[in-house]
């Protein structure tokens, strides 16, 4: 399945199952998308892609007037933010996302390959441009690799 927003998937499933349609696929690849009023599908994104749990660590230098050295204290937070921000949705490049696959729960950052453009393919004409394609279209067309077929 493959959309541009969730927008679409919503106004033909409706909210709730547009929502369950989406979580409940096995792979789920993640482009740039855009953030419409209240977050859109940006947000959505982030939403599922989840949270991290984060360690901050901060250290505190003090020290009073009457003191040579004054103190140091260090100190830890753990913190819950989103993984990948809906900003960093909208910003990411061409090409360029989140992959979960049904095998593996982790979300990993994929790069993909731009190919060249093609020129339309005519109707009937397979997709495979091998010698196999090609042998097939001729016999489709009466002609075998001695001249023309015979009935």
């Not at 792979?27 to 599908?41: D, F, H, K, V, Y």
């Not at 230098?61 to 004054?70: A, M, P, Q, V």
Request: proline content about 4%; aromatic content about 6%; glycine content about 10%.
């Amino acid at each position: 399945m493959g959309f541009q927003s969730l927008a679409q998937v919503s106004s033909t499933y409706g909210h709730g199952d547009a929502h369950t349609l989406v979580e409940n696929c096995g792979n789920t690849l993640i482009l740039r998308c855009s953030a419409s009023e209240g977050g859109g599908t940006a947000r959505f994104a982030s939403q599922l892609i989840g949270d991290r749990e984060v360690l901050r660590t901060t250290v505190t230098k003090s020290r009073r007037l009457t003191e040579i050295l004054g103190s140091i204290s260090h100190g830890q937070s753990y913190s819950v933010e989103a993984a990948v921000l809906p900003s960093q949705i909208e910003q990411l490049p061409d090409l360029s996302g989140y992959l979960k696959r049904a095998s593996d729960p982790a979300w990993q950052p994929v790069q993909l390959q731009s190919n060249a453009v093609r020129a339309p393919r005519q109707f009937g004409e397979p997709i495979a441009g091998n010698d196999q394609a090609r042998r097939l279209r001729d016999v489709n067309r009466g002609k075998t690799s001695e001249g023309w077929a015979h009935e």
